[in-house]
DNA sequence: CTAAAATTTCACTAATTATTGAAAATAAAT
DNA sequence: ATTTATTTTCAATAATTAGTGAAATTTTAG
């Protein structure tokens, strides 16, 4: 194998554990990375052969990223196969993260406890009243990291990132 | 079951389905949140008994929690077996969180992105010098996150979000 | 010291999640 | 319309991860 191939396994390889460690599956997580380094849009064959994973492993994956919006299936004049390629924009990835966690995981979470705060406003013991106002303010924090998420994957990096800084000293 | 009782199985049980998705695993999710609506410290016996789970497990998450310092043991007078509770201040939370998983994920992932880097720069062909551009943007990314986790996580909230919020618009 | 209580460890098992591969469905070409 | 290429689905299986419980260790009290 050659440096540069051995280059983009590592990378590959190490990229697809640290999605396990966030939720990702390994194999998408290790097909979006090789998505990333490729020079070209790959197929299915070419994902599975670069990656020894079966058709449907492949296609799951592919598709399950591509619901994600991190990569797109684009025509090759020729060619009847799907070929797929990655966002390469990594400010972009990263507000399509953010867009699509808030949607599908952190807004039903929010849900969930605010149907608890209701709940618990309903009771009149010292207790409730306690366990209200924890949910409460796991709630409101909840729903602020959403706002600001929201705000943040809505603007250019270059109108937010210096104004970050230097808010942050 | 009383309906305080009942709020607060909602609450555990949803938690730590949220959790599993952000790859925390489901007893620990439970064990906090647990913590976080309880009243007053638990032993490892009540943790058991409410979970429903066995000494192994309750014991090797606890230890696990107060490892990332998101609970701690606390002694009770007259009482020998060990108590624990939960930081309860949200803020507090996420500033914990993002530092451990900084220090524990995000740090290594980044020093793996510089050797990949520092690898394909020494490489003079166009695609080795594609895959290097690619790597070290994604690596700036990963850094830039880190960096300002960090100064967010050393803030006070309210010294932190009135400016952020202003920021943003 | 030593005996009881409490905690920790870890080999085994259970549960969950990921993957395969072949069949079914769909799409494209002739 | 039929054949061939391609994609999708999904029941079966593999791999991984989590959980158990009893034995070993450590801690505390007398």
Same mark, same amino acid.
């Given at each position: 194998?050659?440096?540069?191939?051995?280059?983009?396994?590592?990378?590959?390889?190490?990229?697809?554990?640290? #999605? *396990?460690?966030?939720?990702?599956?390994?194999?998408?997580? %290790?097909?979006?990375?090789?998505?990333?380094?490729?020079? =070209?849009?790959?197929?299915?064959?070419? $994902? %599975?052969? +670069?990656?020894?994973? *079966? @058709? #449907?492993?492949?296609?799951?994956?592919?598709? +399950?990223? /591509?619901?994600?919006?991190?990569?797109?299936?684009? $025509? $090759? @004049? #020729?060619?009847?196969? =799907?070929?797929?390629?990655?966002?390469? =924009?990594?400010?972009? %990835?990263?507000?399509?993260? /953010? @867009?699509?966690?808030?949607? @599908?995981?952190?807004?039903?979470?929010?849900?969930?406890?605010?149907?608890?705060?209701?709940?618990?406003?309903?009771?009149?013991?010292? +207790? /409730?009243? +306690?366990?209200?106002?924890?949910?409460?303010?796991?709630?409101?924090?909840?729903?602020?990291?959403?706002?600001? %998420? =929201?705000? $943040?994957?809505?603007?250019?990096? *270059?109108?937010?990132?210096?104004?970050?800084?230097?808010?942050? #000293?």
């Amino acid at each position: 194998m050659s440096e540069l191939e051995s280059i983009k396994q590592n990378f590959v390889t190490q990229w697809g554990a640290l #999605g *396990s460690q966030w939720g990702v599956n390994r194999t998408m997580a %290790m097909i979006h990375s090789l998505l990333l380094v490729s020079t =070209d849009p790959l197929t299915t064959d070419q $994902v %599975m052969e +670069e990656l020894a994973i *079966s @058709r #449907g492993n492949a296609n799951t994956n592919l598709r +399950e990223l /591509a619901s994600w919006g991190l990569i797109r299936s684009v $025509v $090759v @004049r #020729g060619q009847r196969k =799907d070929f797929y390629e990655a966002e390469k =924009d990594v400010w972009k %990835m990263f507000c399509i993260v /953010a @867009r699509e966690r808030k949607r @599908r995981e952190t807004e039903p979470a929010s849900k969930v406890l605010q149907n608890c705060v209701e709940r618990a406003q309903r009771l009149k013991t010292k +207790e /409730a009243k +306690e366990l209200s106002k924890q949910l409460k303010e796991l709630n409101e924090f909840v729903e602020l990291a959403n706002s600001i %998420m =929201d705000k $943040v994957a809505s603007k250019e990096k *270059s109108a937010l990132v210096p104004k970050l800084l230097k808010l942050l #000293g």
